[in-house]
Antibody
Framework: EVQLVESGGGLVKPGGSLRLSCAASGFTFSSYNMNWVRQAPGKGLEWVASISSTSSYIYYADSVKGRFTISRDNAKNSLYLQMNSLRAEDTAVYYC??????????????WGQGSLVTVSS | EIVMTQSPATLSVSPGERATLSCRASQSVSNNLAWYQQKAGQAPRLLIFGASTRATGIPARFSGSGSGTDFTLTISSLQSEDFAVYYCQQYNNWPPWTFGQGTKVEIK
């Protein structure tokens, strides 16, 4: 069974940093591209960042570029999101999501349960 | 960036009735479109990919259609568990991968 479990969320002050983790199991993690998607309270879904299976290709939403870093450790079956210079508008539930198939031009077929990040003084 | 626009924002439907949700792309996305269902407090779940292919385990009452810029998700006979928010997403032109703002299907 495919499982994605996020951790690392919490309350942080504006300007602070936080690192999210996503532990993957039930599939060959190293073969799949992965994403972070966020959802602000009461709002819709916003793609944040994407990383290819070998980390060769990395993409960011303009809203987080230069502040967030996506990475992965295939030996540990884990995906990460390092978030720096956090702002109030980064407050959201952050989901890790798997890209189906081998291409980035695919849907997101499995999602974690999410990790809440609250940025507030 | 491709903008995805969903309509209506809220759809009030009685159980057993048909629901039709629309999604429009600001430019052609071919058939590279997915639909997701999200219930309150839960993660999104993939329903449809490739505009019309049901994901594993998705009941046949869910169907998708369309190509290019106009897409439709139809739920043929609404069950109690289908009341949720539905999002469309394009994965044709990226980055960014973009979602619609969602359609909430509520009980009439």
């Amino acid at each position: 069974e495919v499982q994605l479990v996020e951790s690392g969320g919490g309350l942080v002050k504006p300007g602070g940093s936080l690192r999210l983790s996503c532990a993957a199991s039930g599939f060959t993690f190293s073969s799949y591209n992965m994403n972070w998607v966020r959802q602000a309270p009461g709002k819709g879904l916003e793609w944040v960042a994407s990383i290819s299976s070998t980390s060769s290709y990395i993409y960011y939403a303009d809203s987080v570029k230069g502040r967030f870093t996506i990475s992965r450790d295939n030996a540990k079956n884990s995906l990460y999101l390092q978030m720096n210079s956090l702002r109030a508008e980064d407050t959201a539930v952050y989901y890790c999501a798997r890209v189906s198939g081998q291409l980035l031009s695919r849907d997101f077929d499995y999602w974690g349960q999410g990790s809440l990040v609250t940025v507030s003084s | 960036e491709i903008v995805m626009t969903q309509s209506p924002a809220t759809l009030s439907v009685s159980p057993g009735e048909r629901a039709t949700l629309s999604c429009r792309a600001s430019q052609s996305v071919s058939n590279n479109l997915a639909w997701y269902q999200q219930k309150a407090g839960q993660a999104p779940r993939l329903l449809i990919f490739g505009a019309s292919t049901r994901a594993t385990g998705i009941p046949a009452r869910f169907s998708g259609s369309g190509s290019g810029t106009d897409f439709t998700l139809t739920i043929s006979s609404l069950q109690s568990e289908d009341f949720a928010v539905y999002y469309c997403q394009q994965y044709n032109n990226w980055p960014p991968w973009t979602f619609g703002q969602g359609t909430k299907v509520e009980i009439k």
